[in-house]
């Protein structure tokens, strides 16, 4: 028999599909009532999990929590430093995380729809502090938590995948318009009723339910829950216009009381907010939807973000990611993470408008790209794969030295005969950085940058930071792979 009707769904969400959250939430709203109840007992909570208390380190550890500076090892210095609102926040979000997207059976179309409004629940967390910022650190969190949690219902019922969820969403793609009237025929109630029924079934705190039930209420709190879901729901979407864009910046800018180019600066911080946090929590894959929000709908008309910033605020981004680094060696992360974080150092740190991360493959014949940063990064990956089995190609050349180089020009006679027609088309006449990934005294791979989209000059400072989170990287990686032997 189908399910239909709210408590049907509810229960359903309840049981079958998300039953470690729904526990995890339970267990701790519980622990907030119990004035006997300590940190400490929250921390050896979770600690049967061990991915969930990885992750919750790790957390810990970025720059969103981190305070002191310190490295946090232990489950109870975690609760200790972080508190226990923080702490109990960020075991809900990594368990939401990891319940979302355990589910491997879900048709593309599917999966996209799940991502990209797990995307618009990132941003509006982080968008929803924003509005917050004069408020106390508590609250602040409470309405992260709240904004993130704003669409549970539809997220849980996309993340179940199969059949219903295709036809569903088939007829979405037809009548994006009419949503409330097909997911109500269909399913016999509405994603906002499923949220609800579920935020009161696990005790999920009065700023949610509220925020769900009477989202006009005339409180900061819900008032910038409902903004930031709005506005990071119109900047996820692909079918809003930029007078609909344009409608929501003026209402952001309205209430923060600022105008339009500092509204965008503002977005534009959350959204970088939402990258950072979002791939602590293990789902980078979440990367490309904000960035395509962000950089296509928000701030076509733009300079790339890292021209924008000043010198100093730059600085700091590459000592905080070299710092994340660092943690993730500690933390005896994946390499993949470690990779993909020195790539979004150099990114955005250094200001490179594209980075690849280039993979040998086992004949040592071959590159191909692994990750990718920039416009139509499809066709990058399709001009990056490169055969370098030729002695006198440029990139065999330096995985065989083992040296970072910048490419100044391909017409200087020192470069000119190492590169191959294949090379010429994949990589910027006016110069690059590349330098090799080394694990274990053998390159494995390439990062390349360049500056092809903005044609801004790239400079000793530059490359001396890129070779900097190169080297840190191959560090890093050699000190992974030594903790797992």
């Known amino acids: 028999?189908?399910?239909?009707?709210?408590?049907?769904?509810?229960?359903?969400?309840?049981?079958?599909?998300?039953?470690?959250?729904?526990?995890?939430?339970?267990?701790?709203?519980?622990?907030?009532?119990?004035?006997?109840?300590?940190?400490?007992?929250?921390?050896?909570?979770?600690?049967?999990?061990?991915?969930?208390t990885t992750r919750i380190l790790r957390v810990a550890n970025s720059v969103t929590y981190s305070r002191s500076g310190n490295q946090v090892n232990t489950m109870s210095r975690a609760a200790v430093l972080l508190g226990f609102n923080a702490l109990k926040h960020i075991c809900i979000t990594a368990t939401l995380v990891d319940s979302l997207l355990k589910n491997r059976d879900i048709s593309q179309s599917v999966y996209d729809r799940l991502l990209r409004l797990m995307a618009q629940s990132f941003h509006a967390g982080m968008l929803s502090k924003m509005l917050l910022e004069t408020h106390d650190e508590e609250t602040r969190e409470e309405a992260f938590i709240a904004a993130l949690l704003h669409n549970l219902g539809e997220s849980a019922f996309w993340s179940m995948g199969g059949p219903l969820a295709e036809e569903l969403d088939d007829k979405l793609r037809?009548?994006?318009?009419?949503?409330?009237?097909?997911?109500?025929?269909?399913?016999?109630?509405?994603?906002?009723?499923?949220?609800?029924?579920?935020?009161?079934?696990?005790?999920?705190?009065?700023?949610?339910?509220?925020?769900?039930?009477?989202?006009?209420?005339?409180?900061?709190?819900?008032?910038?829950?409902?903004l930031a879901n709005r506005f990071s729901a119109l900047m996820m979407n692909p079918h809003t216009t930029q007078a609909q864009l344009q409608q929501g910046l003026n209402e952001l800018g309205k209430v923060m009381e600022l105008d339009a180019a500092q509204v965008k600066q503002k977005v534009k911080r959350c959204n970088y907010d939402a990258v950072r946090l979002s791939t602590t929590y293990g789902a980078r894959m979440l990367t490309p939807y904000l960035d395509k929000g962000a950089n296509a709908l928000l701030l076509p008309e733009q300079e790339p973000e890292p021209a924008a910033q000043p010198a100093e605020s730059s600085e700091a981004l590459q000592l905080r990611m070299l710092r994340e680094l660092t943690f993730l060696t500690l933390e005896k992360a994946d390499i993949n993470l470690i990779?993909?974080?020195?790539?979004?150092?150099?990114?955005?740190?250094?200001?490179?408008?594209?980075?690849?991360?280039?993979?040998?493959?086992?004949?040592?014949?071959?590159?191909?790209?692994?990750?990718?940063?920039?416009?139509?990064?499809?066709?990058?990956?399709?001009?990056?794969?490169?055969?370098?089995?030729?002695?006198?190609?440029?990139?065999?050349?330096?995985?065989?030295?083992?040296?970072?180089?910048?490419?100044?020009?391909?017409?200087?006679?020192?470069?000119?005969?190492?590169?191959?027609?294949?090379?010429?088309?994949?990589?910027?006449?006016?110069?690059?950085?590349?330098?090799?990934?080394?694990?274990?005294?053998?390159?494995?791979?390439?990062?390349?940058?360049?500056r092809a989209d903005s044609k801004r000059p790239l400079s000793r400072d530059d490359f001396f930071s890129f070779t900097h989170f190169v080297q840190q990287t191959n560090l890093c990686l050699a000190a992974v792979i030594k903790q797992k032997e």
């Not at 980075?355 to 990064?377: A, W």
């Not at 006016?430 to 791979?445: C, H, R, T």
């Open 339 to 450: 990779i993909h974080t020195a790539l979004e150092g150099i990114y955005r740190g250094i200001g490179m408008d594209r980075v690849l991360v280039l993979m040998l493959n086992r004949e040592k014949n071959r590159l191909t790209p692994r990750f990718v940063t920039g416009q139509q990064g499809d066709l990058l990956k399709q001009r990056f794969t490169l055969d370098v089995s030729a002695r006198n190609h440029l990139f065999s050349q330096l995985l065989s030295k083992q040296e970072p180089q910048w490419v100044t020009s391909l017409t200087d006679q020192k470069w000119s005969p190492l590169i191959s027609p294949e090379l010429r088309t994949a990589v910027y006449n006016k110069g690059f950085f590349i330098a090799p990934i080394i694990v274990e005294q053998q390159s494995i791979g390439l990062f390349y940058a360049d």
């Open 174 to 226: 037809l009548n994006p318009d009419a949503e409330e009237e097909v997911v109500r025929d269909m399913l016999g109630t509405s994603f906002n009723k499923m949220s609800i029924g579920l935020a009161s079934s696990w005790n999920m705190g009065k700023l949610l339910i509220t925020s769900l039930t009477d989202p006009d209420r005339r409180t900061p709190e819900v008032q910038a829950i409902n």
């Open 1 to 52: 028999m189908p399910t239909r009707g709210t408590d049907a769904w509810v229960e359903r969400i309840s049981n079958k599909e998300m039953p470690a959250l729904c526990s995890t939430v339970r267990m701790l709203e519980q622990m907030a009532k119990d004035d006997t109840a300590s940190l400490a007992h929250l921390g050896q909570s979770v600690l049967h999990d061990h991915g969930l």
